[in-house]
Structures are given as structure tokens and as C-alpha cells.
């Protein structure tokens, strides 16, 4: 029968979109299986479902109007097909209950609804759409050592869909997100764009998350807020003393002077010539020294008998 659809909305075949939204919100909460254990209501729930299914999808409902429900389920007539095209045939998904949480939105439909006794004073009610944001998406951004020692800017192109001004249709657009990099931040700071992913009916759009992750340097290792620079020394600079030239990552040149015996675990601190520190880009960390002594490989026995005079130790 041409109306059924329309018959079970209880509209006629004239009705608008809006006109079928709300039928369809005045109808399907006064029939939903919790709130009404009358006879037949369960089958009358379904076939709402459906019925909203078809007649709030315009091409659904142009083939619909037209060739009738047969037509929709099977296919147009063979008279009336252009060599052979056709869309798909239309087949119901059977669960009337994700209709209606689509319609109305959240994990609880019933949720803005006025607690009453009747259902049937459920009709009028327009309760508001629950939009679910989606998860976020995490993404990680590779960055130097040399942007995180003197702050800079990152442009990141990213194509996500968008809602139309039609409030129906979605298209692809570009975007592009600009990061201000600040100077001194670490490895795992997270840099939160709100609400910048795929746009959806009935869904907040996600956040994009970038998070911070250091690139390997060829001269320094980052220690919290200090730099580690290593160097590797003879065993007489290591006895008698030496300087070090260390280019720093804001193009400078530290000659620094090493007066002590360097023993395998001696470190020349250096104050103030590290990292910035986030909090306070004008303070810094230091700069730590450490120093890789290269022992030749053999002495002759004249060279250790120099040694043994020199540091005061003869073997027996």
C-alpha cells in the first residue's frame, strides 16, 4: 500500500522533513518497549523505525513515492530502468532501537525527558540531541633539539571532513594547524587542538593531540634541563690539563678551561648553559662535561720507566 509508511507516521504523503522529525519524536517514544508493554507495541515500535528509516532519506523516499514499497524492497520495474542501472535494493537493518538512539542522541534517550506516568504525555516534549565527542587523535611531532633550545613555529596541513551548511552533506577540506613551539619543552608535552577532527551528525568532533617527540643530536644529550656534551681526551690532557671549545645551540663558541685531574667519573659543570626551563625560558640549565680518556695502547719500556719516575712508583 503507497501510504503505509506515511499511515504508520501518521502524516500525510505532503509532509515535510520537519513534519516527518516530528512525527517520528511524538510517535516512537510513546510506543518504545520501556515505556509502553501494551500488546503490539513492540511491532508498532519497528515498524516506526522504519518507516522513519525511509521517509527521512530523500532518495529512499523519491523511490518510495514512486514505485511504492515493492519498488523500494525489489527494484523498479524492468520498463523503467536505463540500460540496466538501478540503485540497491532497500533492506530494513531490523533494529528499530538504533534508530531511535540515533534520533534522539546519547546512551540514554530517555534521559531529558520529564519523569510522567503516561507516555502519552510524552508528545511535544523536544528533548536536545546528546552529542558523544569522539576520541581523541594522538599524533607525535619529531622536533630538534635545536627547536626546543630556541622555540619556533610548525605549520601541520590536515584533511578532515566537514558539515556542509546544509546541516546533511560532508565534504574534505584542508586545514592548517600552527604550533608554537615553546623554548624549553620536553619530550612528551602535549599540544591539544579542541574539537579539530571529523565533523559528524550528532557527534562533537574529536581533539587532536600532538605530542613532543626529541630528535637525537649529534653533539649533545639532553638531561632534564641540562646538556650532556662528551669529549674524548689523551691521558696526559686527562693528567696534565687542557680546554674544551663547545658550540652552543644559539651559535655561540665556550672555551672552557680543565685544570683538575679528570678521573673516570669526573664531570665540568658549566651553570647556566643548558636548556631553557619551560616555566622560565630566561633561566636555563647547565651544561655537563663528561670525558672519554683514551689509554694508548702500549708503552715502551723507556716511556713507563718516565712514568714510574714521574708519578714516584717503582714495581720491585
Given at each position: 500500500m503507497?501510504?503505509g509508511?506515511?499511515d504508520t507516521?501518521?502524516i500525510n504523503r505532503n509532509?515535510?522533513d520537519?513534519?516527518?522529525k516530528?512525527?517520528?519524536r511524538?510517535?516512537?517514544?510513546?510506543f518504545?518497549p520501556?515505556?509502553?508493554s501494551?500488546?503490539g507495541?513492540?511491532?508498532r515500535?519497528?515498524q516506526?523505525?522504519e518507516?522513519?528509516?525511509?521517509?527521512?532519506?530523500?532518495?529512499?523516499?523519491?523511490?518510495?513515492?514512486?514505485?511504492?514499497?515493492?519498488?523500494?524492497?525489489?527494484g523498479a520495474?524492468a520498463?523503467?530502468?536505463?540500460?540496466?542501472?538501478?540503485?540497491p535494493?532497500y533492506a530494513?537493518?531490523g533494529?528499530?532501537e538504533?534508530t531511535?538512539?540515533?534520533?534522539?542522541g546519547?546512551?540514554?534517550p530517555f534521559?531529558?525527558?520529564?519523569?510522567?506516568?503516561s507516555?502519552?504525555q510524552?508528545c511535544?516534549?523536544?528533548?536536545?540531541?546528546?552529542?558523544?565527542?569522539d576520541?581523541?587523535?594522538?599524533?607525535d611531532?619529531?622536533?630538534s633539539l635545536?627547536?626546543l633550545y630556541?622555540?619556533?613555529?610548525?605549520?601541520?596541513?590536515?584533511?578532515r571532513m566537514v558539515?556542509n551548511?546544509?546541516g546533511?552533506?560532508?565534504?574534505i577540506?584542508e586545514k592548517i594547524l600552527?604550533?608554537?613551539?615553546?623554548?624549553?619543552?620536553?619530550?612528551?608535552t602535549r599540544?591539544i587542538?579542541?574539537?579539530?577532527?571529523?565533523q559528524g551528525?550528532n557527534?562533537?568532533p574529536?581533539?587532536?593531540?600532538?605530542t613532543v617527540?626529541?630528535?637525537s643530536h649529534?653533539?649533545?644529550?639532553?638531561?632534564?634541563?641540562d646538556?650532556?656534551?662528551?669529549?674524548q681526551?689523551?691521558l696526559?690532557m686527562?693528567?696534565t690539563?687542557?680546554s674544551v671549545?663547545?658550540?652552543t645551540?644559539?651559535?655561540?663558541?665556550l672555551n672552557?678551561?680543565?685544570?683538575?685531574?679528570?678521573?673516570?667519573?669526573?664531570?665540568?659543570?658549566?651553570?647556566?648553559?643548558?636548556?631553557?626551563?619551560p616555566?622560565?625560558p630566561?633561566?636555563?640549565?647547565?651544561?655537563?662535561?663528561?670525558?672519554?680518556?683514551?689509554?694508548?695502547?702500549?708503552?715502551s719500556?723507556?716511556?713507563?720507566?718516565?712514568?714510574?719516575?714521574v708519578?714516584?712508583t717503582t714495581h720491585?
Open positions: 503507497i501510504n509508511y506515511y507516521l501518521e509532509a515535510t520537519a513534519e516527518i516530528q512525527a517520528y511524538r510517535l516512537a517514544p510513546k518504545h520501556s515505556r509502553n501494551q500488546p507495541s513492540v511491532e515500535f519497528a516506526l523505525g518507516a522513519y528509516d525511509v521517509l527521512s532519506d530523500a532518495r529512499k523516499k523519491a523511490i518510495y513515492d514512486h514505485f511504492g514499497e515493492e519498488g523500494l524492497k525489489d520495474p520498463e523503467f530502468c536505463t540500460d540496466g542501472a538501478w540503485t535494493k530494513y537493518h533494529n528499530p538504533q531511535f538512539r540515533q534520533f534522539f546519547g546512551d540514554n534521559a531529558d525527558f520529564l519523569t510522567i506516568e507516555p502519552l510524552l511535544g516534549l523536544h528533548p536536545e540531541v546528546v552529542k558523544v565527542q576520541s581523541p587523535i594522538e599524533r611531532i619529531f622536533l635545536d627547536d630556541l622555540g619556533c613555529i610548525k605549520k601541520i596541513q590536515l584533511s558539515i551548511e546544509d546533511q552533506s560532508s565534504e577540506q600552527t604550533i608554537e613551539v615553546k623554548r624549553g619543552w620536553k619530550e612528551g599540544i587542538f579542541p574539537k579539530e577532527g571529523d551528525l557527534r562533537v574529536a581533539d587532536i593531540v600532538f617527540r626529541q630528535k649529534p653533539l649533545f644529550v639532553r638531561r632534564n634541563n646538556l650532556i656534551y662528551k669529549t681526551i689523551s696526559m686527562a693528567l690539563g687542557f671549545n663547545v658550540p645551540l644559539d651559535g655561540r663558541l672552557i678551561p680543565i685544570n683538575d685531574i679528570v678521573h673516570p667519573t669526573y664531570e665540568k659543570v658549566v651553570a647556566g648553559e643548558g636548556m631553557p626551563l616555566q622560565d630566561s633561566q636555563r640549565g647547565n651544561l655537563v662535561l663528561t670525558f672519554d680518556t683514551q689509554f694508548p695502547k702500549m708503552l719500556a723507556e716511556r713507563r720507566h718516565l712514568i714510574q719516575k708519578l714516584g720491585d
